[in-house]
C-alpha cells in the first residue's frame, strides 16, 4: 500500500494584499493645504510591478503644488506630480510590511482618486 500524497500549500497561501488609505488633509490658513495617501503591502509575499496612480478633479484650477513621496522601496515617478492633476509612481518590488507615504500639497482641499494594483511576472 502506497503512502498518500500531501502537498504542501505554504507557498500557495502567500501572497501579497496591498492596502491604501488617504490621510486627513492638514490645512495651513491662507497658505497652503497638504493631504497624503499611504500604501501598503499587508501581505506576507511581495508585491512586483505595483502602480500607484492619484487622480484629482482635472475641472479644478488647483493643481499639485509639491510632492513628496517617502518610500521603504525604490520608485520611478513616470508621470504627473508637480503642477499637474495626478501623479502616477512605480515601483518593482514591495516587500511584506513595506510602505510608501504620497505627501502633496495644494492651495485648496483636495481628495485624490487613488488606484492601486500589481502584476507578477
Same mark, same amino acid.
Given at each position: 500500500? #502506497?503512502?498518500? %500524497?500531501? $502537498?504542501?500549500?505554504? +507557498? *500557495?497561501?502567500?501572497?501579497?494584499? &496591498?492596502?491604501?488609505?488617504?490621510?486627513?488633509?492638514?490645512?495651513?490658513?491662507?497658505?497652503?493645504?497638504?493631504?497624503?495617501?499611504?500604501?501598503?503591502?499587508?501581505?506576507?509575499?511581495?508585491?512586483?510591478?505595483? #502602480?500607484?496612480? %492619484?487622480? $484629482?478633479?482635472?475641472? +479644478? *484650477?488647483?493643481?499639485?503644488?509639491? &510632492?513628496?513621496?517617502?518610500?521603504?522601496?525604490?520608485?520611478?515617478?513616470?508621470?504627473?506630480?508637480?503642477?499637474?492633476?495626478?501623479?502616477?509612481?512605480?515601483?518593482?518590488?514591495?516587500?511584506?510590511?513595506?510602505?510608501?507615504?504620497?505627501?502633496?500639497?495644494?492651495?485648496? +482641499?483636495?481628495?485624490?482618486?487613488?488606484?492601486?494594483?500589481?502584476?507578477?511576472?
Amino acid at each position: 500500500m #502506497k503512502p498518500p %500524497l500531501v $502537498f504542501s500549500t505554504a +507557498r *500557495a497561501r502567500r501572497k501579497p494584499q &496591498l492596502a491604501h488609505f488617504i490621510l486627513p488633509a492638514y490645512d495651513v490658513p491662507d497658505l497652503i493645504v497638504i493631504g497624503g495617501v499611504v500604501v501598503e503591502n499587508r501581505g506576507d509575499a511581495a508585491a512586483h510591478n505595483v #502602480k500607484i496612480v %492619484l487622480q $484629482f478633479d482635472d475641472t +479644478r *484650477a488647483e493643481k499639485i503644488r509639491h &510632492l513628496q513621496v517617502i518610500s521603504d522601496a525604490e520608485y520611478i515617478l513616470l508621470s504627473g506630480g508637480d503642477e499637474k492633476s495626478f501623479a502616477t509612481l512605480r515601483i518593482r518590488a514591495l516587500n511584506a510590511g513595506q510602505r510608501v507615504v504620497m505627501y502633496f500639497s495644494a492651495p485648496d +482641499r483636495l481628495v485624490p482618486r487613488v488606484f492601486v494594483t500589481h502584476y507578477e511576472g
